[in-house]
């Protein structure tokens, strides 16, 4: 466990210094979420409540829903993307086969080259709520925190899956990731991230209960804006538990299955 820790800290460091060299680029990323912010704002001003039923039924006005909404979509689809996008990097600097048949595990190097990443997604996506709550009065003071936490673990559990699968499909495709390209767009369409579903045709909402972030949205916004309870949330929940159970391990045998067989056929270096 010291020796995970040490080499957690070790690609942290690395990523932070690469990073650190590009201010430009996190100060427009920043600007980026508080322009999405005032766009989402003025929207709302446009929607009027019984637009939707389930935002009547609620009590629940376009802003909130859509902070909410797109603000965790937006970290979903970063996790989505940089688990592929560390492994195409490694191909591109010709690093990947080295660090694939180094002593540590092909899905531990994915998961820590990705951690830097994670971990200013998740800054980015606290500073969007607090942009939300502190310069447009979105009302948090609700919110059940053990609900939110158990509900976004569950869904970030399913998203690290999909993300080791996007690798998977990087080592063995070398370039173009269908999974990211699929589950990335119907995250934010069929996902209700940026509206309600049943304003959407029933060919629509029908999809967009194959979709896990569907039910990670749904659950997120009754735990954080209405302070609904475990119990209250357990049908999305026991959907996303189930999810995260079938995917984590298959994931990963997929991955394990992918470098073994890149190592045989000496691929690993290619891009």
């Known amino acids: 466990m010291i020796e995970l820790l040490r080499k957690a800290i070790a690609f942290v460091k690395r990523d932070f210094a690469i990073e650190a060299g590009y201010q430009a680029a996190f100060i427009m990323g920043l600007i980026e979420s508080l322009m999405l912010l005032v766009i989402l704002h003025f929207v709302g001003r446009l929607v009027i409540p019984n637009a939707s039923t389930s935002l009547s039924r609620s009590g629940l006005h376009y802003f909130p ?130 509206f309600p579903i049943d304003v959407m045709p029933i060919w629509m909402q029908k999809i967009s209960l194959l979709v896990p972030v569907t039910y990670s949205l749904a659950a997120l916004r009754e735990t954080m804006l209405k302070g609904a309870s475990i119990a209250d949330v357990a049908r999305p929940v026991g959907v996303l538990a189930i999810v995260a159970i079938v995917l984590l391990p298959a994931s990963a045998l997929i991955f394990a299955a992918t470098v073994r067989k890149g190592r045989k056929e000496g691929t690993l270096a290619q891009y």
């Open 65 to 194: 829903f859509a902070l909410v909404g797109v603000a965790f979509a937006r970290y979903f689809d970063l996790m989505l993307r940089t688990f592929s996008e560390s492994i195409r990097n490694a191909q591109v600097t010709g690093c990947l086969e080295a660090m694939l048949c180094s002593r540590t595990g092909g899905i531990t190097i994915v998961m820590l080259s990705s951690l830097y990443s994670l971990i200013s997604g998740a800054l980015q996506l606290l500073l969007i709520l607090l942009g939300g709550v502190f310069l447009f009065g979105v009302d948090l003071r609700h919110i059940d925190v053990p609900a939110t936490l158990l509900v976004l673990l569950i869904s970030i559990s399913i998203f690290v899956a999909f993300g080791v699968l996007s690798a998977s499909a990087i080592v063995w495709l070398k370039k173009g990731d269908p999974i990211t390209w699929i589950l990335g767009g119907l995250g934010s369409i069929m996902g209700g991230a940026y």
